[in-house]
């Protein structure tokens, strides 16, 4: 295994550029009073979206703020890998399991951790995982010793581009369970941190198998967590802006418990019970995607199911109800069902909504200072368990308001009323003609003519889905849990937020008419997105059994939902 290969002075000079470019500090609460801390923090613009802040011990004099970089590009949507080498520069450690795991972002939340896989490295090797990750993921790892005692954690931020991460071991890890991670960006793969990028570098402690993630190096002996090719080690430590601040910040915090009760079995057992360890080798690359589809039954937590009693393995619409409930969009019932064929109502495909598309407003809630409960929908109080998605997704465009009109929650809609939803806020156009498009369907004369467009739009970007006859809309029929599921996943699909499935139930994945042609692969249509597509998420109290999702469209433009 050859060493990251960059100077000593150079490595220098860049933290030198990192430390010079510190604002003006201000005052933060102690990492922990147990050990002491007290700090400072000052923020550094980075190159990506990312920020970064300093943390530093408030004896540092306060300085003028400069920006590291002049350019900023946003990170936004993304895909990203990274490196992971694992150092112990007192040479006395041979080999070292690493216990891998992602905490995916959504939106303005982070998903549940997922296993990603044992690995057993030797001291100095370094192991590529691509594919599969977005900026902003998080990635933990749990380290080990080779008699499975747990012996160090790290948390990094996946960031805009190809990302470099160097764990570095204290002189004994069985004894001293400190860990310094230290990453950049490394676009061009060579193993180093690219000039003129922020290097985050930072130290994680262990107690009693609680971490806690340090402010500065000054209790304990840098020297023995200095590699050669990296930065010099700093009495400051260097975080991303996640890190130090907002909702899921790790350094402000106490000891943070490393195995929770609520995380996957597989996350909490001794290396190889459960899952082989994998043997890394020099310049072994692993698949990330692949990884999380082959431990999906394994990594979701103990309190996410994915798999019901009522959706069995070939059962037409599993793949988008698993998939959608593991990104916790959907959830079952208490007895362990997901009853596919049970209605949806109103109220509950807002709340999916709510969770399956991004949060972006696009009118307000509140009308002539009235609430938007009394000014838009009268029967949905503040006691509602939807009452938060409704006026949510009613900001993000859908259910457009009536004066003195009821919102009917407990409604059941039609497979008419979801489709309208979807390709009113996905606000999709037709290439070709609107009845050649349709004529697809065996059924295309019961479509009302104000919606034609708008379902030819979807047809054209495969997300209409028909069971079980592919060429038969049913407008107006109930749509079940199922065929919500399906449809709302194919609309998240068009959308490039999730991977395409392929079923023969998708209308798109046969011959569509367009132009008087036939189409017959759906990718080559790229879709038309609204510019302000996209819809939070968040926690939601609801009835059993009813929907956690993200997104929105406006699904009433003068139609009474369910009305036959």
């Known amino acids: 295994m050859k060493y990251i290969n960059q100077s000593y002075f150079a490595q220098i000079s860049k933290f030198v550029l990192a430390v010079t470019s510190v604002a003006i500090f201000s005052p933060i609460a102690s990492a922990s009073a147990a050990l002491g801390f007290s700090t400072t923090i000052a923020q550094i613009s980075d190159n990506s979206s990312t920020g970064q802040q300093l943390l530093a011990d408030k004896k ?101 581009a190809n990302t470099t991460v160097n764990l ?96 996957a079995e597989v996350l909490q057992a001794n290396p190889g019970s459960l899952v082989q360890v994998t043997e890394v080798s020099d310049n072994s690359s692993y698949d990330i995607s692949q990884m999380l589809k082959n431990y999906r039954k394994i990594s979701m937590s103990r309190s996410l199911q994915v798999g019901f009693s009522d959706v069995s393995v070939n059962y037409w619409a599993k793949s988008f109800i698993t998939k959608l409930t593991a990104m916790e969009i959907l959830e079952g019932f208490p007895d362990g069902t997901f009853r596919p064929d049970a209605p949806i109502t109103r109220a509950q495909f807002a709340a999916m909504l709510r969770k399956a598309f991004a949060k972006g407003k696009i009118r307000q809630a509140m009308s002539n200072d009235k609430p938007l409960r009394v000014y838009a929908f009268k029967d949905v109080s503040t006691q509602n368990w939807a009452y938060n998605a409704i006026s949510e997704v009613y900001q993000m465009g859908f259910f457009n308001p009536v004066v003195d009109k009821d919102f009917n929650p407990s409604q059941k809609l039609s497979r008419l009323d979801i489709l309208v939803a979807l390709a009113q806020r996905l606000n999709y156009q037709t290439s070709g003609s609107t009845d050649a498009i349709l004529s697809v369907y065996s059924d295309a004369n019961t479509i009302p003519r104000e919606y034609r467009s708008l379902i030819a739009a979807l047809t054209q970007r495969g997300i209409v889905v028909n069971y079980p006859n592919v060429n038969l809309l049913n407008a107006e029929q109930i749509a079940t849990r199922s065929e919500v599921s ?56 609801c009835d059993p059994g009813n929907s956690h999702p993200h997104g929105g469209s406006n699904d009433e433009g003068g139609r009474t939902p369910g009305n036959r």
């Open 486 to 541: 399906a449809l709302l996943y194919q609309a998240l699909s068009s959308t490039g937020k999730v991977a395409n499935i392929s079923s023969e139930y998708v209308v798109g994945q046969q011959q569509v008419a367009v132009d008087g042609q036939t189409e017959t692969s759906r990718e080559r249509i790229k879709p038309r997105r609204h510019c302000n597509q996209g819809i939070g998420n968040g926690a939601e109290g």
């Open 168 to 263: 570095i071991l204290s002189a004994k890890p069985n004894e001293y369970q400190v860990v310094r991670t230290v990453y950049g960006v490394d676009a061009d793969q060579d193993g180093t941190i690219d000039a003129g990028k922020t290097t985050y570098d930072y130290f994680t402690q262990v107690r009693n198998q609680r971490v806690i993630f340090l402010s500065s190096s000054q209790t304990f002996q840098g020297n023995q967590f200095q590699v050669e090719g990296l930065s010099p080690i700093s009495a400051s430590s260097v975080y991303p802006l996640s890190f130090t601040q907002g909702e899921f910040a790790l350094v402000r915090q106490s000891f943070i418990n490393v195995f929770s009760s609520d995380l």
């Open 60 to 160: 540092v004099e306060r300085r003028s703020r400069t920006q590291v970089s002049s350019s900023k590009v946003s990170a936004k949507g993304k895909k990203t890998g990274f490196s992971l080498a694992i150092w112990q520069p007192a040479n006395n450690f041979s080999e070292v399991i690493a216990r891998v795991s992602v905490k995916s972002k959504s939106d303005n939340n982070y998903l549940q951790e997922r296993f990603l896989g044992d690995y057993k490295y030797k001291i100095k090797q370094k192991a590529k995982f691509v594919k599969g990750l977005k900026a902003s993921d998080r990635i933990v790892v749990r380290l080990y010793n080779t008699q499975n005692r747990f012996i160090g954690y790290s948390e990094f931020e996946c960031l805009s």
